[in-house]
Each structure stands twice: as structure tokens, then as C-alpha cells.
């Protein structure tokens, strides 16, 4: 099931503002980018680089994940660990608000989002 049209108005709002504070400058978006998706209740802030085999592919590697739930109105969240599997945020494991996910993922107080 995925997030309703109204809240995913919101939604896309909010991440665009806090991806444009976080992505690099214009110039060195070729090399590096960040950017966002929704899956699902799911959202998924991912960084984009270019393949090292071929420079004209572009690799997406997930940064941080957020999932709502809807019957307790919260947000879980989580991180990827180097096994490629996402794990809870033990930190802080659920947030009111997806403004709060945004504040924790650019915090990066433990160093698990962006290493």
C-alpha cells in the first residue's frame, strides 16, 4: 500500500528542500548526487554515482530508509549496513515526523548514514 495523495504532496515538498541542502554543487553532480525516492510507505534517500567500469552508467546506493506506519502514525527508520541489508536506527528507531528522519539523516551523530 503506498502513501496517501495528500501526505505525498507533503512528502515530496519536504525531501525536495532538505535534498537541495544536502547535494553537492552543480559541478560535481556528474560524480556525486543525492536524491530520494518512494517505494511503497517507504522512502529512500539514495546517492548517485557513476559506474567505475563505464562512467556513462549510474550506480545508486541507498543512504538511509524510512518507513511509515500508519496504524501508529510514526516513522521507522533505517540504515544500511555493509551487508547490504537495512537495519533499525538503534539511536533513535522511530520518529513522529519525517522532518525529524531528515533532521536525524543530515546529523549523522553516529555516523551510519553517511559513513
Known sequence: MSLDALKTIDIIELMENFIDKI??????RNQLDISYKIEG?????????????DPNQK????????????AKNQWKVFWMRGNL???????KPI??????FTELVKKDEY?????
Open 23 to 28: 547535494r553537492p554543487d552543480e559541478d560535481m
Open 41 to 53: 510507505q517507504s522512502i529512500l534517500i539514495i546517492e548517485i554515482r557513476p559506474f567505475f567500469k
Open 59 to 70: 550506480i545508486e546506493s541507498p543512504i538511509a530508509k524510512t518507513t511509515f506506519i500508519k
Open 85 to 91: 541489508k537495512w537495519y533499525s536506527y538503534e539511536p
Open 95 to 100: 520518529v513522529r515526523t519525517l522532518k525529524e
Open 111 to 115: 555516523h551510519c548514514f553517511w559513513g
